[in-house]
Structure formats: C-alpha cells, structure tokens
C-alpha cells in the first residue's frame, strides 16, 4: 500500500460571503490547494467533497474542469471533512490513484442549526422533547459531565477566551476580536451552563487538501509534503450518548472518540504524548473539554487544572484550537473538518504566523465529531 502526503492546501475565509455561493467558496479554496502544490485540476484523478447546505460538491467540476474524474460526494455530519479527507487517503493508499483531493464547503443561514428528526430515524417525540436543540442536548450531556468530573464554569470561560485570542490571530477567522474573562462570563445564559460566548454559529467557508502518493510527491518536489500517518472514523456503541442518541443506556460506553483516537494512534505508531499541536471538535466550550480527556491528552476532570496553567494556548505544553476553533470561525459543516488539518499543515509547515506554536512542532492531530456519533481523526507528521 501506497503512503499518503498531503502536499496542496487551500481555504475560503469563514463567516459571511453574500457574494459568493457555498459552491463557489469551495471552488476558490480547491483553486488554492491546486496552486499551493503546484498541480492543474487535470492531475488530480479522484476527488471527495461534501457540503450540507450549499449542494452537491461534485458540480464544482463545472467551475474546475469537465475532466472525467471520479468525483465521490460525501455526507457524514461535522464529520463530513474528516470523511472526504478518508475517501482520498483511501483511494491513495489501495493503489487507485496517485493525486486526489478532499474539499468542502457550506453556506449555512443564520442562527441555529435546524434538524428533522425523521431524517435521523427518530420520531417527532425527540424533537418535541427539546432534543433536537442541539444548545440544549449539549447543556445537558455538559451538564453531566461537569458534575461527574468536578469541571466548573471557570473551564468553559477559558476555552471560549482562547479561542477568541487565537481567532484575533487568524486572517481567515469569522470572529476576530479577542474577549475578555469578563465578557465571556458574563454573557447571556442560552442553556446552563452554556453562555452566548461558548457557542460556535453556522457560517459559511470551504476548505482543500490535495494528497499525494509518493511518486507524485517526487514529482512535486516535495517541499510542502507533510505525511499523512493516520486517518481513522469510527461510529457510536450501544450505550455512548450522542446527539440523535434514541435512549440513555444505563451503563455508560466509549465514545467514538476514543475509538476513532486509538485506532489513529495504533497506525500512526505514536501515543498522546507525542502530539504537538491538536485541533479538537469544539462546537461549544464544553465539547472541547470532553474532547480532550475523550482523545487521550488528559483524565477526565484534569481539563480544569490544564487550562488555569495555560497548558492549551499557543505556547503550552499542548496548544489546541490554534486557528480559534469553531467558536471563532463559525463551522460550515462541510469545511470545518478539513479548516483543522489545513490550520496542522501550516503548524508544521511552521507558516501560520503571529499564531505559530515555537518549537518546532513535528505531530499534529485533528478530531472532529459529528451527529449521529461519528468520530474522525488524524495524525500528520513532518
């Protein structure tokens, strides 16, 4: 089986672009990985793409070039990037191809989010309950964490308050002004213990990976490549309560997190220790801290102490969100996932500027997680 490189990377800024349509914001972000590895679209032979609301990602060939390709779209949730970005690596590593890409985009209304349970198996009973408010069932998973584990409102501020510094940082960020300790905590109650600052918002964005197979990173030069080590999904068990989740089980199971992340560190041959640099889920403040303990950076409850001793910002011991996460840039569903390892790219590139992590950081990882419980990672190294 072949290694995977990824050697293009390309973005549309997030937030809002009334101007242009999701399609085309995706258009201009595979443009940007196209020219970022120094290839044409005519060399790329299989492409993965997804969106949620702004159509199917395979009629962006009517803007790039009517070449013939296998264009595969792709849906799964937050977790369609992480998705596309699998179907490539796929394609790759089983001898298929040797130049592919992964891209999404979005264009979502403003506001919130609005879900048919019907289209996730579920009746209108999971909606009528308050359930399919998504700000609700993550209060209320939140809710229960916190007081299992000893997590207090001080935690979900911190995470919010670095997100808004690092997207300050970020050229390409929808929120791009820093937030006090203050501001944050004092924010509008939406469902306790979540505040109006703690929340990401639906936006708008796209995002490209051009991955390559050995011989084609030769041909590239090889300047830009950046390994792709590991690439894993992996789906809810009985009993792990996620959004669309039709019961609470009375014995609680594995995430599909920690699955999905075992599994990428079993292939990428390292452990959580090893890692420099994390882009982690963070679709409200309090995902971010589950995520940390669900990926294996920390023990549940150790979330509180790592982020009063600034072990998560840029300059810590494991700096996480670097780019601002969702809570900055907002997440079009279909770009978010791929914004993560394009931001790792760029670490490791040492190109990501006045949010740079010193140190030459050499590992990277990226976790997203969507409904109905679906967990992707992945491991980049240089």
Not at 58 to 70: E, F, K, Q, S, W
Not at 220 to 243: C, D, M, Q, W
Not at 303 to 317: F, V
Request: proline residues 4%.
């Amino acid at each position: 089986m072949s290694e995977v490189s990824i050697i293009g990377i390309g973005l549309h800024p997030f937030g809002r672009t009334p101007q242009r349509s999701g399609m085309e914001q995706g258009v201009v972000a595979a443009q940007a990985a196209l020219a970022d590895a120094g290839i044409s679209w005519k060399d790329v032979q299989y492409a993965f793409g997804g969106s949620h609301a702004a159509g199917n990602a395979d009629t962006m060939v009517n803007r790039l070039g009517l070449t013939g390709l296998p264009f595969i779209n792709v849906a799964n949730g937050c977790a369609t990037g992480g998705s596309a970005l699998l179907g490539a690596y796929m394609a790759i590593r089983s001898g298929q191809c040797d130049v592919a890409i992964a891209v999404g985009f979005d264009k979502h209304e403003a506001g919130a989010f609005v879900v048919n349970p019907a289209d996730w198996g579920l009746g209108n009973w999971y909606g009528e309950s308050g359930l399919a408010l998504t700000t609700q069932f993550f209060a209320m998973k939140l809710k229960r964490y916190m007081h299992e584990h000893g997590i207090t409102n001080d935690a979900l501020v911190r995470v919010a308050m670095k997100a808004f510094a690092n997207g300050a940082l970020n050229p390409n960020a929808w929120r791009r002004k820093a937030m006090t300790y203050e501001e944050i905590a004092e924010s509008p109650l939406l469902n306790d213990p979540l505040r109006k600052y703690m929340f990401c918002s639906p936006a708008e964005g796209g995002a490209a990976l051009v991955l390559a197979s050995p011989a084609a990173v030769r041909r590239s030069g090889g300047r830009k490549a950046i390994a792709l080590r590991a690439a894993a999904i992996r789906t809810r068990n009985f009993g792990s309560f996620e959004v669309f989740s039709p019961s609470l089980a009375l014995e609680r199971a594995q995430s599909p997190s920690v699955m999905a992340s075992r599994a990428a560190y079993e292939m990428a041959a390292v452990g959580p220790e090893d890692i420099d640099v994390a882009q982690l889920q963070d679709t409200e403040s309090g995902a971010e801290i589950m995520h940390m303990a669900e990926n294996g950076f920390c023990r549940d409850g150790e979330q509180e102490a790592m982020l009063r001793g600034g072990e998560t910002m840029i300059n810590g011991r494991l700096p996480v969100n670097t780019d601002g996460g969702c809570l900055a840039n907002g997440e079009p569903i279909g770009a978010s996932g791929l914004r993560q390892v394009y931001e790792l790219c760029l670490q490791l590139r040492g190109d990501a500027g006045a949010r740079q992590v010193p140190n030459d950081p050499r590992i990277g990882y990226s976790h997203v997680y969507g409904a109905p419980g679906v967990s992707a990672v992945t491991i980049l190294g240089v």
